[in-house]
């Protein structure tokens, strides 16, 4: 990320790959202000537990954070500006929500685009590669499938850099 202009930074990974580890290191390299835009949505004690605890930690951090589980474009819109570096962990949980209240997962994949698009902001979005596994064998599963796909390559075509994350190894699939 540069001081002179904004990027675009889309890191991808499994579950457990240390893609968020490796989007909040490259968003403190450069000394702006940190936000993070958290999309987790608390369903049971497990999750609400674990919330609280990433909570905890990125106020140590010196993070500010913003909690939005649908909306992430009019957070985009209304916080990305120049010398700020917004981190959204993650857009698979968000694409989730999506698909759980029904809505038109299409209509708000555009959306999104539209404000990545035109940020002033840095942009560090975190998503899961999930298109590594067997064919799910149930419908709503294959539907997130194909839904994640095709969010995580709009993303990678606007984005100028993204990093796939494995074993805790970042590899680098695109540099702009």
Request: aromatic fraction near 4%.
């Amino acid at each position: 990320m540069t001081q002179s202009s904004r990027s675009v930074t889309l890191v991808l990974g499994g579950a457990r790959s240390g893609k968020s580890r490796y989007a909040e290191t490259i968003c403190r390299q450069n000394g702006r202000a940190l936000i993070y835009v958290a999309t987790a949505e608390a369903h049971d004690d497990e999750m609400k537990a674990r919330i609280a605890k990433h909570r905890a930690d990125r106020a140590a951090d010196g993070w500010r954070t913003i909690e939005e589980p649908k909306d992430l474009a009019a957070v985009l819109k209304g916080e990305a500006a120049p010398g700020r570096v917004l981190l959204v962990d993650c857009l698979t949980l968000w694409l989730t929500n999506h698909l759980l209240a029904d809505a038109d997962v299409d209509a708000e994949i555009e959306r999104l685009c539209v404000a990545v698009s035109a940020s002033s902001a840095d942009l560090v979005l975190v998503a899961n590669e999930v298109g590594f596994g067997i064919v799910p064998e149930n419908k709503l599963a294959r539907v997130f499938r194909d839904h994640a796909g095709r969010l995580n390559q709009r993303i990678a075509e606007i984005a100028d850099r993204v990093t796939l994350v494995v074993a805790g190894l970042p590899v680098q699939v695109k540099e702009s």
